[in-house]
């Protein structure tokens, strides 16, 4: 099961409060101030890791804290600090304010911790305050709070393809004889239930990460059939490879038709999304009457039409040649997807 969504609610820990003390030795009279300073709360990491696939662990824990700081001791004892919290996530979970709705970042390197929410910072004990005119202090700061917020969680799976098509068009059979990939595969519709991810190896060590998501249906950018909610995991792609059936006829519908069905809830969904470079693949060449189906179909949609079969292997090497051509073409121009919001880095990270 992937879940993809969550929201929790994070505070950093708040600092420790200073402390108020005097010196009481033996034969020491006027020992003066000694009360040391609280420490900081621990503030609040996010870190993106690959090992993690869904949001699942968020599911059932909504609030997250790190530890406070402790209060100063007599002595000049500083209270100790206390450890940061980190939590890991997903590459490519989305991290949104709920009240805002700013993005505050998108986690799409990993191992490359980000600090979501500072600690708060420990107040001065009363030996801070000692001056020729206030030789006996009280007064002392309380420690300052940590930061709260609460979060939208959203993960969307980062892939070079993405796979679209009406249900049973053949996504799943091609994305498992590209790539290692187990998906399930029926002859019923919707028999992907979730997103599939594999990893298309070529000659010379090149690969590329391909996505397969369940099929989609018209009124799909509502919610139709599965609907939106897969749609957003084409969005973080680099190419859509959009599959067709060409071996469908009037009694089910039209490869013609078919394509334009797709292609128009994904205008509707995001033009970004529609605007993506796209190959377009005529599956179940095998199950033709004749050579000539692809070459029609390309004609009538106007686009440049890979035919293959994806059962039988034919013309499923000479397409992946073409999208690895495609995604070295668009690796380095993806714009971000909206600009993130400025972090403060905390004290004991800054850079000297």
Known sequence: MIVDQAEIHIRAGKGGDGCVSFRREKYIPRGGPDGGDGGDGGSVFVVARRHIETLLDFAGQHHWKAKNGQPGIGKNCA?????????????????????????????STPDEPVCIAEGGKGGRGNARFASPTNQVP????????????????????????????????????LLSRLSKAKPKIADYPFTTLKPQLGI???????RFVMADIPGLIEGAHQGAGLGDEFLKHIERTRIVLHVVDIASDLATMAPEKAYATIRRELSKYSTALAEKP????????????????????????????LPISAASGKGVGQ??????????????????????????????????
């Open 138 to 173: 009280r007064q002392f700061e309380e420690g300052t709070p940590g930061q709260e917020r609460s979060l939208s969680l959203e993960l969307k799976l980062i892939a070079d393809v993405g796979l679209v098509g009406l249900p049973n068009a053949g996504k799943s059979t």
């Open 79 to 107: 209270g100790p600090s206390a450890a940061d919290l980190t939590i890991e996530l997903p590459v490519g979970t989305l991290i949104h304010d709920r009240e805002t709705g700013v993005l505050i970042k998108d986690l």
């Open 278 to 305: 796209e190959i377009v693949a005529a599956n179940k060449t095998d199950l033709c009457e004749d050579d000539d189906q692809a070459e029609d179909f390309a004609k009538s949609v106007g686009s440049e039409v």
């Open 200 to 206: 298309v190896e070529l000659s010379d060590g090149r």
């Open 319 to 352: 397409l992946a040649e073409r999208l690895w051509q495609l995604v070295r073409s668009e690796k380095d121009d993806i714009p971000a997807e909206t600009e993130e919001v400025e972090l403060p880095v905390p004290p004991h990270l800054r850079s000297p």
